[in-house]
């Protein structure tokens, strides 16, 4: 009965919403109001040397499982959409988002240097492309608008490295192997 109950159907969905609101993974809308902040906020880097480790050696990992397989492992930093900076100046929608943008930048700058050490395609989506809040539902997912600049960004870096690697492996003896 409770299985197929439309009320408790509902406060689970209500529930549910209310969680993913309070993690900050619903959708919404980013605020217009976005608010000029002078700097930064200090973060200590070294709070998060664990995590930035433990990242890092995953996305080690994901690159030489993907050349042992024969595939060319393309890493892309992310971007959030409730901080941007417009010339120096920086515009949040509140003191938690101008610090989870900076820790966002501390996991971006872990992922390319391990992208760089592995020889993978390295793209840094985050501090290349110049979105604004407009191209944001919300602080992570983009509008359509927002995903056609995204995606002509990415067309852009990748169309050449594809190439050469595709030359490299028409190419190469051995299909199974990369030169890195």
């Keep these: ?39 930064y906020p200090k973060i200590d880097p070294p709070q998060y040397r664990r ?45 938690k988002a101008v610090r989870f943008r900076q820790v966002q930048n501390l996991y971006n700058q872990e992922l390319l240097r391990i992208c760089r050490l592995s020889k993978a395609v390295c793209i840094d989506l985050a501090s290349k492309i110049e979105l604004s809040e407009a ?20 067309f852009e870096r990748l169309d050449g490295a594809v190439r050469a690697q595709l030359l490299d492996w028409k190419t190469n003896s051995n299909p199974g192997t990369t030169k890195r």
Excluded: C, W
């Design 1 to 39: 009965m409770i299985n197929n109950s439309a009320l408790i159907r509902l406060i689970r969905i209500i529930r549910g919403s209310i969680r993913a609101t309070n993690i900050r993974v619903a959708y919404g809308s980013v605020s217009s109001s976005l608010r000029q902040y002078g700097h």
């Design 135 to 154: 191209d944001f539902f919300d602080r992570i997912h983009t509008t359509p608008a927002g995903s056609d600049k995204i995606a002509a960004f990415l």
């Design 51 to 95: 995590q930035l480790s433990d990242y890092g050696a995953r996305a080690k990992r994901l690159s030489d499982l993907s050349f042992e397989r024969g595939a060319l492992p393309v890493f892309i930093s992310q971007r959030r959409g409730d901080a941007f900076l417009r010339g120096d100046a920086l515009f949040a929608t509140d003191r």
